[in-house]
């Protein structure tokens, strides 16, 4: 079983549509990383979180530290956000060590 | 936060030869990390790059393959060496800024494709 599993794999939506991405884990963990990755292969941190909810602009990532489980979302939804999206979380508890999940390939139809 | 820049941002290899990729941050860094990520694959972690000394390798990841120096706090390389078709991914540079601070900022990554 991996570590990191994410849902779905691939997502199409049209312009305007809320979208959900799961990211389930088996370890215990300090912090939980979601990442964008575009096609030309650069990644961004978008978030770092250890409890609760955060939110930039359009995005909000939250985490049930209990469940094992975090979500991002992502409102009204644009082509400029088709990319991978990445959840990421330490080896072990505390660790820099990072673990990824497959990530999800998101594609906004205009 | 940090800015990292990696150079080259792909490049076109033939097999048996290596090629040595940079990673530049704009300001000091506690740890460095290079990850690969191979087509289809998520990312996978190389080694930590420590500043100093010799580089710390994960299972499966050797020094003569992947040769790593990092001489200061902002700057570190890594060497793919004697290039297969099976070392053509894209490469990436992490860092992470502080001691206590586990989030970590990547690089723009070098595609490498070895025909």
């Known amino acids: 079983k991996n570590e990191v599993e994410q849902s779905p794999q691939n997502l199409t939506a049209q312009e305007g549509e809320f979208i959900t991405i799961n990211c389930s884990y088996s370890v215990g963990i300090s912090a939980l990383h979601w990442l964008q990755q575009h096609p030309g292969g650069g990644i961004v941190s978008l978030f770092m979180?250890?409890?609760g909810k955060k939110k930039h602009g359009r995005l909000i990532a939250t985490i049930n530290i209990q469940e094992k489980h975090s979500s991002l979302h992502i409102t009204a939804s644009h082509p400029r956000d088709s990319a991978v999206y990445i959840c990421?979380?330490?080896?072990?508890?505390?660790?820099?060590?990072?673990?990824f999940g497959q990530g999800t390939r998101l594609t906004i139809n205009p | 936060s940090a800015v990292i820049s990696q150079k080259p941002s792909r490049d076109i290899c033939q097999r048996g030869t290596s090629l040595t990729i940079q990673c530049q941050v704009d300001s000091q860094v506690t740890m460095m990390f290079w990850y690969r990520q191979q087509p289809g694959q998520s990312l996978t972690l190389i080694a930590t790059?420590?500043?100093?000394?010799?580089?710390?390798?994960e299972s499966g990841f050797v020094i003569d393959k992947f040769p790593i120096s990092r001489p200061n706090l902002t700057f570190s390389t890594l060497t793919v060496s004697n290039m297969s078709p099976e070392d053509s991914s894209i490469y990436l540079c992490s860092v992470q800024t502080g001691a206590l601070n586990n989030e970590q900022f990547f690089g723009p990554g070098t595609r490498l494709t070895v025909l």
């Open positions: 790059a420590n500043q100093g000394s010799e580089a710390t390798y």
């Open positions: 990421a979380v330490p080896l072990i508890q505390g660790a820099q060590k990072l673990v």
């Open positions: 979180l250890s409890s």
